[in-house]
């Protein structure tokens, strides 16, 4: 079956560390993206990339830096720069383009948290 | 900058019942809504989307109607059923400068609770 998977689903960091993120996508999606979600509030986004070398910045991209070497993949690493990086962290991919519809297909999520 | 919101955070109803969640969308732009259900630890799930050409569009127990006069979005759910318990989120995508790619800007999300 054809989907988005992350790994791994929890994920535990000392103060100091980066940490890296897996995201893969057996969808033939053009574009991918990171969001970040807190309790009690909506998705934020992180980076996106619409094609493979290439990726942008979204509304919350301080701390974080990503690759996208393959276009099934789009790892996502946090690094110690992040200064709340405690959350819940979800890849989704889109087609792009004229077929694109705006729709993004998720992943199950990876939760993140500092100790 | 442009946002997307919910009118109310939390809605508990009955098994059975009819539920309504509303949105409030700013951006004149936006031409592409999507309503989506996130269960507890889990990744959001699509429900139904509107392009902005259409006032109504119904999927299987769920109807999503536009008003954009008042720039306003509702998912309604007939029958609610315990499985509905989830988050519910709206989005938009305004498709920007022509851009034409996937980037959704989320509403806070309103908790729904369906009980037996």
């Known amino acids: 079956d054809g989907g988005i998977t992350q790994s791994p689903k929890y994920l535990f960091r000392k103060e100091g560390q980066n940490v890296t993120l897996s995201c893969e996508q057996n969808l033939n999606h053009d574009a991918m993206y990171w969001y970040r979600q807190d309790p009690g509030q909506g998705l934020r986004l992180i980076y996106y990339s619409q094609i493979v070398n290439d990726f942008q910045k979204g509304d919350i991209a301080e701390g974080y830096s990503v690759s996208r070497e393959k276009k099934e993949s789009f790892p996502l690493t946090v690094t110690s720069a992040q200064k709340n990086p405690t959350a819940f962290y979800l890849c989704a991919s889109s087609k792009w383009g004229a077929s694109n519809t705006g729709e993004l297909f998720f992943g199950e999520g990876s939760r993140l948290t500092v100790l | 900058g442009e946002s997307v919101g919910l009118h109310l955070p939390t809605l508990s109803v009955q098994e059975g019942d009819n539920s309504i969640i509303n949105c409030a969308y700013s951006n004149s732009a936006s031409d592409y809504f999507i309503w989506y259900k996130q269960e507890s630890g889990k990744g959001p799930q699509f429900i139904i989307d509107i392009r902005s050409n259409m006032d109504k569009r119904q999927g299987q127990r769920v109807t999503v109607l536009l008003n954009k006069t008042v720039k306003h979005l509702s998912l309604q759910i007939a029958a609610t059923q315990p499985g509905d318990s989830a988050v519910y989120f709206c989005?938009?995508?305004?498709?920007?400068?022509?851009?034409?790619?996937?980037?959704?800007?989320f509403g806070q999300g309103t908790i729904l609770t369906v009980h037996p």
């Open positions: 989005a938009e995508n305004s498709n920007a400068g022509g851009t034409s790619y996937g980037k959704l800007t």
